[in-house]
């Protein structure tokens, strides 16, 4: 069964705007889900953990995520783009070593 | 702080070989992460090794096996080479105390394998 879903497969954005890249994911107890970044020709990076901490986490370049358990998701945000943060994002679960299917996003100047 | 490490860095193989990767995690972590990055079905879970054992394999049949060597290096076989094995193959480590993970598993830049 699937762990995240991830809604959009490509994103497109303004640099300036606001980015919004959602999440759901599905588990009967409380998961540890990620988001991890990938640069074009380059590794993955972790941009930021939920592990039932605080949920609204907040990760490295600006990005956060706010864990919603009423909605099952995990939404990452970040309120303004940067050329610099076109690249596919990946959300997912720990307990699983589940990756979601990623979502491209694209900044437009 | 040298990162996770991957061997080769491009390896072409034809169909019905056998493909070796290789990988060194991060110094001071115990457990390595094997993932498939094929081109549209993003990054899938092969296994993943902690203190020289197997802990958890993906969805993936018995010809994708590897192994943890004592330095916590790892290694990744796949015999019998098919056409959509041609991927790039992920290696992550993360540092675990027991059995609680940091759950900040860090990547390898991969191998890309391409089958002919």
């Known amino acids: 069964a699937q762990s995240v879903t991830q809604l959009d497969s490509h994103v497109s954005v303004s640099e300036g705007t606001p980015v919004l890249l959602r999440c759901n994911y599905s588990?009967?107890?409380?998961?540890?889900l990620f988001w991890y970044v990938q640069h074009p020709n380059k590794g993955l990076q972790l941009l930021l953990k939920y592990t039932s901490a605080a949920t609204l986490v907040k990760g490295i370049n600006g990005f956060e995520a706010e864990f919603k358990k009423s909605e099952t998701s995990f939404h990452l945000t970040k309120p303004s783009a940067h050329m610099s943060d076109a690249a596919e994002y990946f959300c997912g679960n720990f307990n699983k070593f589940y990756f979601g299917s990623g979502t491209k996003l694209n900044v437009k100047p | 702080e040298a990162g996770v490490t991957q061997s080769p860095t491009h390896l072409i193989k034809t169909r019905g070989q056998q493909a070796t990767l290789r990988c060194s995690p991060i110094s001071g972590h115990t457990s390595v992460y094997w993932y498939q990055q094929a081109l549209g079905l993003g990054l899938q879970f092969l296994l993943w090794y902690d203190e020289g054992e197997e802990r958890n394999r993906g969805n993936f049949p018995p010809r994708f096996s590897g192994r943890q060597f004592p330095n916590y290096s790892s290694e990744l076989n796949v015999n019998a080479l098919e056409l959509e094995d041609s991927a790039l193959y992920l290696c992550?480590?993360?540092?675990?105390?027991?059995?609680?993970?940091?759950?900040?598993?860090?990547f390898g830049p991969g191998t890309r394998l391409t089958v002919t």
């Open positions: 992550a480590s993360d540092l675990r105390t027991g059995l609680m993970s940091s759950y900040e598993q860090y």
């Open positions: 588990s009967s107890y409380s998961p540890s």
